[in-house]
Structures are given as structure tokens and as C-alpha cells.
């Protein structure tokens, strides 16, 4: 660790991946009062295509959880000069995961037909990820069965890449094969709940 680190330096990335998730994940109830309310009907019903509609839904997830991780970023950049290190770096980091948190977000709204039960289960996902993937405790004190556990999570590459930037003093170049995780993560989860999600809104 270098001397010049800051005490929140690496903390501070492991809570805003932490945060960034659990803010897509409030996004599932706006989809499923959509689908109960008979909006996403209405909206089905003009000449508007359904995968129109499914992109504007992922990219509503998607821009609200870069509005909550901007507004961490500045927020710990005035309030504690937190070092994010290379900005390029940490955009991608960003965009990619917020995508991760889009793609979530729009599977539970897609899968579940009330609140309460996307709530419970989007607290259950959110802070059990983070748990695991390292935001909450340091993944050097894991097991080695928890630490390969840990790689399953997109928690626990978001962090990594922050650190290769902070501790490291690395640039994007540097954490490509953080990003290539984070991107199949985020691919998978939009393709698979858009597939979803245009079935469920064209149920209605």
C-alpha cells in the first residue's frame, strides 16, 4: 500500500459498487407497477415496439444507477478527497456495472408480480452479493472456498478493478480482464431479462 493512500481510498470503491446495486435493484417495483397499473399495456398498445419499449427500460435503470454513483463519487471527491485513480478506468467500471445492476433489476421486475416479494429478494441479492464478493469485508480473510466463491459475483470485480487503479496507480489498459467480467456479466443479465421482460409486458 502506498504512504500516500488515503484511509477511504479503497473502502470507498467497495460501497459505491455496494450502493450502485442495491439502487437498480429499487428499479424492479417501478417495472412491476408498470406491468399491475396496465402502463406498459397502454404504451404496448401504440404503435411503439415492444423491444422499444424493453430498451427504454433497461436504459432507465441504467442511468439511474450512474446517477447514484456519480453522485457518491463527487460527494467522497469534495467531502474526503477520495483518490478514484484513472478516470477512464474508473468510468468503465462504472457504465459496466451499472449495467449489471440495469440487467438485475429488469429480471426481477420481470419475474416477480409484487413488491414485497421483489423487495425481499432484492435486499437477499444485493447485500448477500456484496457480503460475498468482498464490499462489506476484505476477501483476503475469506476462505480459499469463499475467496473461488467470491469470483462468481460481479461485487467482487468491481472493487478489484478500483484497486488496480488506486493501489497500483494502473490505467484502464491495466483492468481489461475486470472489465471483459464485468461486461459478460452485464450482457448476460440484459439479454436474458429483456427476453423476459418483452414476454412479460406482452402478457398483458
Do not use: K
Amino acid at each position: 500500500f502506498p504512504s500516500s493512500l488515503g484511509q477511504f481510498d479503497l473502502g470507498a470503491s467497495s460501497q459505491l459498487i455496494l450502493f450502485m446495486f442495491l439502487t437498480g435493484l429499487t428499479g424492479s417495483a417501478a417495472l412491476i407497477q408498470s406491468r399491475r397499473l396496465g402502463v406498459a399495456g397502454r404504451m404496448l398498445s401504440t404503435p411503439t415496439a415492444a423491444r422499444t419499449v424493453v430498451s427504454g427500460e433497461a436504459l432507465g435503470r441504467w442511468a439511474v444507477v450512474m446517477l447514484q454513483g456519480l453522485y457518491i463519487i463527487f460527494a467522497t471527491l469534495l467531502l474526503f478527497q477520495v483518490n478514484w485513480g484513472d478516470p477512464l478506468g474508473a468510468a468503465a467500471i462504472m457504465i459496466l456495472f451499472a449495467a449489471v445492476a440495469a440487467g438485475t433489476a429488469m429480471l426481477m421486475g420481470s419475474l416477480f408480480r409484487n413488491d414485497e416479494q421483489a423487495g425481499g429478494v432484492g435486499v437477499f441479492a444485493g447485500l448477500g452479493g456484496a457480503a460475498l464478493g468482498g464490499c462489506m469485508i476484505p476477501r483476503v480473510v475469506f476462505s480459499p472456498t469463499l475467496q473461488c466463491g467470491a469470483r462468481f459475483t460481479p461485487h467482487a470485480w468491481g472493487p478489484d478493478g478500483f484497486a488496480v487503479d488506486v493501489r497500483e496507480a494502473g490505467t484502464i489498459v491495466d483492468i481489461l480482464p475486470q472489465l471483459a467480467v464485468l461486461a459478460g456479466f452485464a450482457a448476460v443479465l440484459i439479454t436474458v431479462s429483456a427476453i423476459r421482460l418483452r414476454r412479460a409486458l406482452t402478457a398483458y
